[in-house]
């Protein structure tokens, strides 16, 4: 995917490439070795290999992305019959060095989409409560991190058995040349006033009861190079947009939104901020060189 769309798929440029997979390791298990939900180790690697070759080709690569498809799977009894419902929600991808992270996109290293909501509802004893992107959740950037997507499901059978496979919240996706990482995920189970988070990947089903709700926000994308550098119009964009909350562009991005009835860039006091920004970071950084 970093090499010109031109080039034609032969052995040539594959003869310098060695992999290197010791028996017992993650990437060549084995026995008795648990490979369940296996999908997320894949998705690591290619994250962990876009990483690597930002060094080399640094116009080449974007930030990282939300870790692959989230998983949920619902399981029980509707009108006397046994149903399952399991879907692959796709998420975000990182900026890169000409524009921001797309976003409601599959990884790099997959080929899904998403289900629409009138099929699960029309299918399944489910309804969509909630279904778009969250503000403040891309990864600040001269390119910023394409934002997470949430998915709000209500059961509407008792005794549902349900689990979900997801990733990137104790490491959310990683920014590049200055960009900063993207939010992490969340689980939550929401049965009345209870709201309760829980693993990326519990290894155990959990019953949920009728009108009980999963509520799954995926990753953040991460940012592509200095958020200060990015251009005040852009941060006006996304704040008129929803997408960025002007408080964030202050403390993010440096930048001052005039709230009046028509929102616009302070440029004078926009300068000023950022002028203090970079001088806080630069003494951040002086004082920890120091140690």
Known sequence: SILPADMPNAHGYTRSITVTAPPGSIVNCT???PCGARGITGYRIADCMF???????????????????????????????????SECVMGTWGATSAHDGQEGVPHMASNQSNVPIEMIEAGYPIRIERYGFVADTGGPGRYRGGLSVLREY??????????????????????????????????????????????????????LERDDI????????????????????LVLEDVLDG?????????????????????????????????????????AIASEAAG
């Open 31 to 33: 026995h008795p070795a």
């Open 51 to 85: 990483g690597a070759l930002a060094k080399a080709v640094p116009d080449k690569v974007a930030a990282d992305g939300a870790g692959g498809s989230t998983l949920p799977t619902f399981g029980g009894y509707s009108q006397g019959a046994a149903y399952v419902f």
């Open 154 to 207: 209500r059961v509407l059978q008792p005794d549902t058995y349900f689990g979900v496979r997801s990733d990137k919240r104790d490491f959310p996706p990683y920014g590049l040349f200055g960009g900063q990482s993207g939010a992490p995920s969340q689980n939550f189970v929401v049965s009345g006033q209870h709201e309760q988070l829980i693993p990326t990947l519990p290894v155990a089903a959990i019953v």
């Open 214 to 233: 999963f509520r799954h926000t995926m990753a953040g994308g991460g940012g592509y190079g200095d958020p200060l550098q990015r251009e005040p119009r």
């Open 243 to 283: 997408k960025v909350t002007a408080a964030r562009a202050r403390t993010a991005y440096g930048v001052v939104i005039d709230a009046s009835r028509r929102p616009k860039v302070d440029p004078h006091a926009t300068e000023t901020l950022r002028g203090q920004l970079r001088r806080q970071r630069d003494a």
